[in-house]
């Protein structure tokens, strides 16, 4: 987790930007994005430490590295890497950013007595608004080459909560509205920090959707139509 995730402008997504002080309206509907597009980026990209909307490409580039790369999967920071990776460390420290996004989706493997396969499930919650953690990074700010400066992003992950573990072993680091404000402008957070608790505290949705959504070109907004059951994970939430 995460390589693929939905954007749609439903109101709770709506809601989530007007709450960090934005008045914008979110751009079209996006489905099935996959990591070396760009997604909507939320951060201080100013002394002002002013919230922006920006688009960024899903899949980090070190400001310090040669230029754009798939060589190393980037798209996903592990929280527990966070103040140890070279790539990490520096947007960790001053580069935290929020993705907004109205779902996600997960592989989850099932094996039964033929074969294994893996069916893809759309995951968000009841308001369909997710505040994913991330990092960001500026590449070429010099102008050394014929290419303009490069917007990065990433999107953290912890180990899953117990009540997700079956899905999979990794999920997104979703910021509840308490905690956004803190992890965009708090001074210094720690990668122990418990915003990485591997704990669901609100309830999640989870929905199995069509197999086509495995190949990043199909775009359409009915594969993510249910396909099965919706199942419902309780939060830790007391």
């Not at 929280?79 to 989850?108: D, N, Y």
């Not at 803190?182 to 591997?198: G, K, V």
């Amino acid at each position: 987790m995460c390589g693929r995730f939905n954007v749609s402008s439903t109101p709770g997504l709506q809601e989530l930007v007007a709450a960090l002080g934005l008045s914008i309206d979110l751009p079209p509907p996006r489905f099935n994005i996959a990591p070396t597009e760009n997604v909507p980026l939320l951060a201080s990209f100013s002394p002002s430490q002013a919230i922006e909307l920006r688009h960024a490409r899903w899949w980090l580039t070190p400001s310090w590295s040669k230029g754009p790369s798939t060589r190393y999967a980037m798209f996903n920071a592990r929280s527990e890497t966070l103040t140890k990776s070279p790539a990490f460390k520096r947007p960790f420290a001053r580069q935290r950013g929020i993705v907004p996004m109205s779902s996600f989706i997960e592989w989850r493997t099932s094996t039964s007595e033929d074969a294994k396969s893996k069916q893809p499930w759309l995951i968000t919650n009841d308001s369909e608004a997710l505040a994913v953690a991330a990092l960001w990074d500026v590449w070429n700010t010099r102008g050394d080459n014929d290419m303009d400066p490069l917007l990065s992003c990433t999107l953290v992950t912890t180990a899953a909560a117990q009540e997700f573990a079956p899905w999979h072993k990794r999920m997104p680091v979703v910021l509840r509205q308490e905690d956004r404000d803190r992890w965009l402008h708090a001074e210094s957070i720690t990668d122990d920090d418990a915003l990485f608790s591997p704990v669901l505290r609100e309830d999640l949705l989870l929905t199995p959707v069509d197999t086509k959504v495995g190949n990043s070109r199909e775009k359409h907004p009915e594969l993510m139509e249910s396909v099965g059951e919706t199942v419902r994970l309780r939060s830790d939430k007391k």
